[in-house]
């Protein structure tokens, strides 16, 4: 890692609406706030050329070894978490983007362990979720029984597989896609869940299959995306919570949550070999 007289060198793998926001946000206030932009890469590199200099662009994102990254930022598809993650945690910090990838219990095990053995962080960012420490403090006294989320947003928000929400129409109202466990749901909305992947990540007694997670359309959420969060721990105690997030229709990503991962990447300065929420 950088000593603290050196910027800390980011490396964004995918240039999407949040990877430009995060590329952008290091360009102009990076050197305020001690980061600097190792490279950046995409599926297609022709995106990247114009906005990008030309030293900072990654060809071959198998490359990213030779650019002494201290933090890479994945911010793409859940596909390059598999891919890469684990030789990410060999050489860096890794604040994974697609949690949702995490689902895969083999994955999440193999990324564990490469954190403990080259003592880099996986780093989890809360995203569009609440209260996500409140949820990990819950956890880790033993004293967490269940937790549910509810995620609405416009029919044109969700990218789903299997042509889920292909038959949508203007005026339809509410309609519930899916209701069950986050561990059968991320397959089938990997970009959409990454909220309820970080809660099951905070609620680890519970995980993936124990958390129940249930994504509706709803043609009125013009203007916003709705997650809803219930809590229910020991003797009786529970609590919910209700965030509306700004979004234009079409955006998978709501606006605050570009700020809230802006928030994350600032603390990934290295937690030790482990997972860490935040």
Same mark, same amino acid.
């Given at each position: 890692?950088?000593?603290?007289?050196?910027?800390?060198?980011?490396?964004?793998?995918?240039?999407?609406?949040?990877?430009?926001?995060?590329?952008?946000?290091?360009?102009?206030?990076?050197?305020?706030?001690?980061?600097?932009?190792?490279?950046?890469?995409?599926?297609?590199?022709?995106?990247?050329?114009?906005?990008?200099?030309?030293?900072?662009?990654?060809?071959?994102?198998?490359?990213?070894?030779?650019?002494?990254?201290?933090?890479?930022?994945?911010?793409?598809?859940?596909?390059?978490?598999?891919?890469?993650?684990?030789?990410?945690?060999?050489?860096?910090?890794?604040?994974?983007?697609?949690?949702?990838?995490?689902?895969?219990?083999? %994955?999440?095990?193999?990324?564990?362990?490469?954190?403990?053995?080259?003592?880099?962080?996986?780093?989890?960012?809360?995203?569009?979720?609440?209260?996500?420490?409140?949820?990990?403090?819950?956890?880790?006294?033993?004293? %967490?029984?269940?937790?549910?989320?509810?995620?609405?947003?416009?029919?044109?928000?969700?990218?789903?597989?299997?042509?889920?929400?292909?038959?949508?129409?203007?005026?339809?109202?509410?309609?519930?896609?899916?209701?069950?466990?986050?561990?059968?749901?991320?397959?089938?909305?990997?970009?959409?869940?990454?909220?309820?992947?970080?809660?099951?990540?905070?609620?680890?007694?519970?995980?993936?299959?124990?958390?129940?997670?249930?994504?509706?359309?709803?043609?009125? %959420?013009?203007?916003?995306?709705?997650?809803?969060?219930?809590?229910?721990?020991?003797?009786?105690?529970?609590?919910?919570?209700?965030?509306?997030?700004?979004?234009?229709?079409?955006?998978?990503?709501?606006?605050?949550?570009?700020?809230?991962?802006?928030?994350?990447?600032?603390?990934?300065?290295?937690?030790?070999?482990?997972?860490?929420?935040?």
């Amino acid at each position: 890692m950088a000593d603290r007289s050196s910027p800390i060198r980011v490396g964004i793998v995918g240039y999407g609406h949040l990877g430009q926001f995060l590329v952008e946000r290091i360009q102009r206030e990076g050197q305020k706030v001690g980061l600097g932009l190792a490279f950046v890469w995409n599926r297609n590199a022709e995106k990247l050329r114009g906005s990008i200099p030309e030293e900072l662009i990654l060809n071959n994102l198998a490359d990213f070894t030779q650019r002494g990254a201290d933090v890479i930022v994945e911010v793409c598809h859940p596909q390059i978490v598999k891919e890469f993650g684990v030789r990410f945690l060999s050489q860096a910090q890794f604040l994974v983007g697609s949690p949702s990838a995490l689902s895969d219990s083999q %994955l999440d095990q193999e990324l564990r362990q490469a954190a403990k053995h080259y003592g880099n962080t996986l780093y989890v960012p809360c995203g569009a979720l609440w209260g996500g420490p409140d949820i990990q403090r819950l956890n880790d006294s033993g004293a %967490l029984k269940a937790l549910s989320i509810r995620m609405s947003k416009h029919p044109s928000c969700f990218r789903l597989s299997g042509g889920l929400l292909s038959d949508w129409s203007e005026g339809e109202g509410r309609r519930v896609l899916f209701h069950g466990s986050v561990a059968e749901l991320c397959p089938i909305a990997p970009n959409n869940v990454n909220t309820m992947a970080a809660a099951s990540i905070a609620a680890s007694t519970l995980g993936f299959k124990g958390v129940t997670g249930e994504i509706v359309s709803d043609t009125a %959420l013009a203007d916003y995306h709705l997650v809803e969060v219930e809590v229910t721990g020991a003797d009786g105690f529970s609590v919910k919570t209700v965030r509306k997030n700004p979004a234009k229709l079409g955006a998978v990503t709501g606006n605050a949550t570009y700020n809230s991962f802006w928030s994350s990447l600032l603390v990934c300065r290295g937690h030790g070999g482990r997972v860490y929420l935040c």
